[in-house]
């Protein structure tokens, strides 16, 4: 599409690429702990049934992927792993964080061995909050994520004015300059910094 | 060693061939095949390295460590009370039955007791959480074939078993429901009449499961006769649960240890299998899921009345001392070593969990078989990655 | 090609239930055991109806593993260690603002007593006597190292490694003592009572803290309210 990397797209057309793109949305599933059965009782059983959403939860490697939903506890040990599974996945790509551990560490928030916080390796756009999350939880925060998709503006962010989601990829330093955290590059000052969404924060429209 | 068949010796051979070639001059290229850490076949974050002759496995090692998540650590840091919270999550498909033998030590410490009915709902709540846990092994024993059905009806089954769990906890996942000296509450009305129904339900699950897997051709030929696992090495890499009783051991720690649990009130047998093959192992779970069955069924029947709480004090202290309690969990002997010096918290706590002795024995295991039979013989053998790293 | 047993063949077990083992057996367990391995059996313990310990010599560690296995205790449960010295940073549950409290040093240790600081113990059972019994040893403070189990008992192996990582206690003879849990680069060994939780350290546990009144409560509710939450404490606690 010629259009979206010049920088410039037509709105209706934005919206009616954002609407197809998050109504086939294929998810990779990292489960790593607990939280990993109820994601599989999310994702693979006919009682929560995510494909009615519109999400696919089948592929077989992250290059395939359009989303990763990261549950379970992150240890140092396995923390490459899943920055070298992010950097594989294709833009544009988001990022669900389900359960207290992936979140901040959960009930391991003093362990030696667990990293507190999975946004500390990669950007995460959805916080699903829980020790476990219900599925019914998980399958909002799709929702969410799908509406956050909706709203997007494809062409900015191909241009890079608006940057990935997450506050701790902006990074402040001493002369108010922002860097982006990951890459490196300054950001300019008008892009605002996006907020995450948590899931039970707030109403779904 | 009892009497080998046939095929026990094939296999035998072909282990030792794989031996000797691995300390011979390798004949063909080797090749080093990793599985996992991200792998559906791991239940989590195993890696398997294998390096394989051909077709054939000479040397595997499974990676562990991805889990770790530092448990004997944290309880040094915990409160009693507090610690139960943590265990649950150590083998999270039966969260409940993890809780039991520490509190059943730190009781023994304190020198208590939970009263009968405590006693009865405790032994309840530990078989549900057996079968939500074998019911989703049971189910994907399936995927791990190719067969995506069973998995479904295994979901499926396996809410009606949460959803009981959670009417009478508040938790689907991680009750957190065992107290030092009793439960937190009581059973909730009309749930004993719902149990009733879904034990039948799970019965008739089994049933499916015998039908759909168990009688399959194609079950039948990947899992017969593979990966065989003698008695005496079963014992001395101390596997337990049903992976013992699958090599023709019969021991089970709720019949042959005297606890105050109700497993007694009950009548119930333990299966054994003598062929110590993959198969011998689902099998014997199975039929542990229908006994479990029958075993609840048995004790809503004799729940007696009264109070579900011993008198414990409001901060609870556990006398000097260090005690040893192990339970059949889902998985196999689950323990726990509780040393405690008289503080809030233990002193030390050495959590023996099933899993990792199990899987300690897959290096054994895997020497001297083909390569689709690596998958076969770890869902068989049945790991919880929380259990085995804690 | 002889047919693999049939599905229904299971042996008729619990007809025949043995009976649960009794304090004489224990004491008939420590007897074998002293004539097995002699003067490296140092004590014994046994809680009345329940458990059995005993505490072998560091040289002797190995001989009762082979010895034990050989008067029936061939099933290997676990293999692990204890760091008798208490812990210098507490339990991380003290008031941040209180006076620190000195810490204890003196290092006591456990049944069947010990001298060093660290200490190894196993268990083992007897799957057809249906008794179990724990074993301790000493392990030298200067230089921890004791003697392998791997030869007696092959699912050692593993809880070795675990030791040798978590503690730093080296196993003689032992095939193979790699990292098994922690990333390569990792430095001490967390199951030590000096290797402190830095989360701990930089933040204290939040639960110390009494949760503050609801702003909204005029005196009286908040006094109220805080009788209440002081008896449901002590029922949840
Ligand atoms: S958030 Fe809770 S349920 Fe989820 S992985 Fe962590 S401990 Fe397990």
Sequence with gaps: ?205 | ?390 | MAPLSDDQATEESDTDTLALPGDGLREGIVDDLRERIGDALIDAHISPNDDLWVRVTTDGWKDTGTALKAAGFDHFCFLSAIDWMPSPYGTGEDDPDAEPKEPDTEIVQGVTGGETRLQVFARLTDLDRHVGITIKADVPDDEPLVDTWTESFAGANWHERECHEMFGIGFVGHPDLRNMYLPTDFEGHPLRKDFPLLARMVKPWPGIVDVEPMPEFDEEEKNDDQKEDESTEGESS
């Design chain 1, 1 to 205: 599409m010629g259009l979206v990397d010049r920088g410039r797209m037509p709105a209706p057309l934005t919206k009616l690429f954002n609407m197809s793109r998050s109504y086939s949305l294929w998810v990779y599933q990292w489960g790593l702990a607990c939280c990993a059965i109820e994601m599989g009782a999310a994702f693979g059983s006919p009682r929560y049934d995510v494909m009615r959403l519109g999400v696919i939860p089948l592929p077989a490697s992250p290059r395939q992927a359009d989303f990763v939903c990261i549950s379970g506890t992150v240890t140092d040990k396995m923390a490459p792993a899943i920055k070298r599974l992010w950097e594989q996945m294709p833009e544009p790509k988001y990022s669900i964080s389900m359960g207290s551990c992936a979140n901040c560490g959960g009930p391991y928030w003093d362990s030696y061995s667990v990293t507190k916080g999975v946004d500390q390796i990669i950007p995460i756009d959805v916080y699903v909050p829980g020790c476990p999350p219900r599925p019914e939880a998980l399958l909002e925060g799709v929702v969410l994520l799908q509406q956050r998709i909706k709203n997007e503006d494809m062409a900015a962010k191909w241009r890079g004015d608006e940057y990935r989601n997450n506050r701790r990829e902006y990074e402040v330093d001493d002369g108010g300059y922002r860097t982006h955290g990951v890459s490196g590059d300054p950001i300019p000052s008008n892009v605002p910094p996006r907020e995450p969404i948590v899931v039970g924060g707030g109403p779904i429209e």
């Design chain 2, 1 to 390: 060693m009892t009497m080998l068949s046939d095929r026990q010796q094939l296999s035998y051979i072909a282990s030792q061939a794989a031996d000797a070639r691995l300390n011979v001059e390798l004949e063909t290229e080797g090749m080093t095949l990793n599985i996992g850490p991200q792998h559906p076949a791991t239940h989590g974050t195993l890696r398997i390295i294998c390096r394989l002759d051909g077709e054939q496995v000479v040397w595997a090692e499974p990676s562990a460590g991805y889990m770790h998540r530092g448990y004997e650590k944290l309880t040094e840091v915990r409160t009693f009370p507090q610690v139960t919270t943590l265990i649950n999550r150590i083998d999270w498909l039966g969260s409940f039955a993890n809780e039991v033998p520490f509190i059943l030590a730190a009781e023994k410490l304190m020198e208590i007791e939970a009263p009968p009915r405590a006693q009865v709902i405790r032994t309840i709540l530990f078989e549900l959480s057996r079968i939500a846990n074998v019911s989703l092994f049971l189910g994907d024993l399936g995927v791990q074939m190719g067969a995506i059905t069973p998995v479904f009806l295994a979901f499926r089954d396996r809410e009606y078993v949460l959803n009981l769990i959670e009417g009478a906890t508040g938790g689907r996942f991680h009750p957190n429901f065992d107290r030092i000296g009793g439960l937190k509450d009581d059973l909730p009305k009309g749930w004993i009449d719902e149990t009733r129904q879904v034990m039948i339900k799970l019965q008739q699950f089994c049933d499916t499961i015998e039908d759909l897997l168990f009688g399959n051709e194609i079950f039948q030929s990947r899992m017969r006769g593979i990966g065989i696992i003698p008695a005496d090495i079963a014992k001395s890499y101390g596997l337990s649960g049903a992976n013992l009783r699958a090599s023709g051991i019969d021991y089970d720690l709720r019949r042959d240890q005297e606890l105050p649990m109700a497993w007694d009130k009950a009548d119930w047998r333990v299966w054994t299998h003598p062929d110590g093959d993959s198969f011998a192992r689902c099998w014997v779970r199975l039929q542990e899921t229908r006994e479990s069955c029958k075993i609840v069924e048995q004790l809503l029947d004799q729940i007696p009345a009264g109070p579900i709480m011993t008198k414990v004090p409001r901060i609870i202290k556990v006398p000097e001392g260090e005690a040893w309690v192990a339970t059949e969990n889902p998985l196999g002997e689950m323990g726990y070593y509780v040393v405690s010096k008289g503080d809030l918290g233990p002193f030390r706590v050495k959590i023996r969990s099933a899993s990792f002795n199990n899987i300690s024995v897959v290096p054994w295991a895997l020497k001297g078989v083909y390569v689709p039979d690596v998958i076969t013989i770890l869902a068989s053998l049945y790991f919880i990655l929380g259990d085995i790293d804690r």
